[in-house]
């Protein structure tokens, strides 16, 4: 679905006004169209990455994010920190284009500092995109056909 098409709009008005579609919940008096929707959403996100643009969109401790770690996410030392919404974006200084991994250096590991720092940085005007795994193929749920122009089409709005 398009996200500017007037079907898009009316879903997003209606159910998920305050947040994006990945973050949207089924709610009590869901329409049949609406309730499908994020079950078929669970299917398709299965082992799903981002791509770091402007890292606004993915989520710093919870998402999958950094494609050379074998899980693509993040595990802290220390629990306490984290709050699970920070975004990417946090990490990024957009003066020099780089990573600036102090707020979390003390609760990560080296081999999760090096892998974060292999990602290319966005040029933050685009956002960030969900991407199937790399090397991986598409899941088995009847949606193969049509797993790559989702994933092509599916952003964080």
């Not at 919940?25 to 078929?40: D, I, M, T, V, Y």
């Not at 082992?47 to 993040?74: C, E, F």
Request: charged share 25%; with cysteine; hydrophobic share 35%.
């Amino acid at each position: 679905m398009e996200p500017n098409s007037q079907c898009a709009q009316l879903l997003k008005a209606r159910y998920f006004l305050k947040c994006s579609f990945l973050e949207a919940k089924k709610g009590g008096r869901a329409s049949w169209l609406w309730a499908s929707l994020p079950e078929g959403r669970k299917i398709i996100l299965q082992g799903a990455q981002w791509q770091i643009l402007n890292g606004r969109q993915a989520k710093l401790w919870t998402d999958y994010w950094i494609p050379s770690l074998h899980d693509g996410k993040l595990h802290p030392h220390l629990q306490a920190s984290i709050d699970p919404n920070t975004r990417v974006v946090t990490l990024i200084d957009w003066d020099s284009k780089t990573w600036n991994l102090t707020p979390i250096q003390a609760s990560i590991t080296d081999e999760e500092k090096l892998a974060i720092q292999l990602i290319p940085i966005g040029n933050g005007r685009e956002d960030d995109r969900l991407r199937p795994p790399p090397g991986k193929p598409p899941p088995h749920h009847g949606l193969t056909p049509w797993y790559g122009k989702i994933f092509g089409k599916l952003r964080s709005r």
